[in-house]
């Protein structure tokens, strides 16, 4: 529990340093649900996933973000993700693909342990500032003794804040 505070209070601390020309950047929240498997060490399991989502356009096409992803395989894992997003440019203006990647926190019975993310997906446009995404995420989590690989398919909503 005192790991676990000392990672939440280094966030909190560096979210504080940020400088405010990056918080008036976009800002989009949201939420995730879909599917997510897992497998590893001669298991496999397959569970749904939910959690919301948050980033910052910093730059033209660029973001930073976070999200929370509760999944309900054995065990109940949690992600804390972390992420660098590009948005792919495309002429159409209701569609906007993205890649990512990033690193996520896994807390899981037996210990909080440490993933690599990597995916993408497309943002769909269903009205001003409100989108439908479309993501795919997977990596591997390095449990210890072994690695396993997690997969996710999720939709959600995404509203971006004018």
Aim: aromatic share 16%; glycine share 14%; hydrophobic share 45%.
């Amino acid at each position: 529990m005192k790991r676990w505070l000392a990672v939440s209070s280094f966030f909190v601390l560096l979210l504080c340093a940020v400088p405010q020309e990056i918080l008036a950047q976009k800002v989009a929240l949201g939420g995730r649900f879909g599917i997510s498997f897992g497998s590893g060490a001669g298991a496999s399991s397959a569970g749904l996933q939910i959690g919301p989502t948050f980033d910052i356009e910093f730059n033209k096409g660029m973001m930073v973000g976070s999200e929370f992803n509760i999944n309900t395989q054995t065990g109940t894992p949690i992600e804390w993700a972390n992420y660098f997003k590009y948005m792919i440019p495309m002429k159409s203006t209701k569609i906007a693909p993205y890649a990512d990647g990033g690193f996520s926190l896994w807390l899981v019975t037996g210990g909080p342990f440490f993933g690599i993310r990597f995916g993408g997906g497309a943002y769909f446009k269903v009205g001003p500032n409100l989108y439908v995404p479309a993501d795919l995420q997977l990596g591997p989590v390095f449990v210890t003794g072994t690695t396993v690989f997690y997969f996710a398919m999720t939709s959600g909503i995404r509203y971006t804040l004018p």
